[in-house]
């Protein structure tokens, strides 16, 4: 009989360790994906200021490369995800997104209205850039510079 009632014991004792084990656990950096960076854990990038009309950024090692993009009103933004998890690029205002995009997927958003746009991965909230259009426009193809100027090539 003493063992009968040293068995009903142990089970709600085992049973209050493992959910407080198991909370744990999900409270600590295992929900995060392997490779993704935590708050504070970046690794410093060099800013990217473009005058041309289309610029790309790349989504790789859960980060935005470049992260500190400046470009010119009327420039055509082009994300592509290098990584194998999906990624996606929204503003935080909730202007624009690229949707998500999965492995080897591109979306480019053209910016007409200067201004700094803050965007972050929704599905990984630490991978976070900023955009900066400013009013200057974009540079212009010089085949078309020659024909708007009546000069055939």
């Excluded at 708050?39 to 790309?56: F, I, N």
């Excluded at 909730?94 to 209205?113: I, K, N, P, Y």
């Excluded at 991965?121 to 708007?148: F, S, Y």
């Amino acid at each position: 009989m003493l063992w009968l009632w040293n068995r009903r014991k142990l089970f709600p004792l085992l049973l209050l360790i493992f959910i407080v084990v198991g909370g744990l656990m999900l409270t600590t950096s295992n929900h995060y994906h392997k490779g993704s960076h935590r708050s504070g854990e970046l690794r410093p990038q060099t800013p990217v200021v473009s005058d041309a009309r289309t610029v790309a950024v790349d989504i790789r090692n859960f980060d935005f490369f470049p992260r500190e993009l400046t470009v010119a009103a009327g420039a055509r933004v082009t994300w592509t995800n290098r990584d194998v998890a999906p990624h996606d690029a929204t503003e935080e205002a909730a202007g624009w997104s690229t949707g998500m995009l999965r492995q080897g997927d591109s979306e480019s958003v053209v910016f007409d209205t200067t201004g700094t746009y803050r965007y972050l991965c929704t599905i990984h909230p630490t991978m976070r850039a900023t955009l900066t259009v400013t009013g200057r426009g974009p540079a212009v193809d010089p085949e078309v510079t020659d024909k708007i100027a009546g000069r055939d090539l």
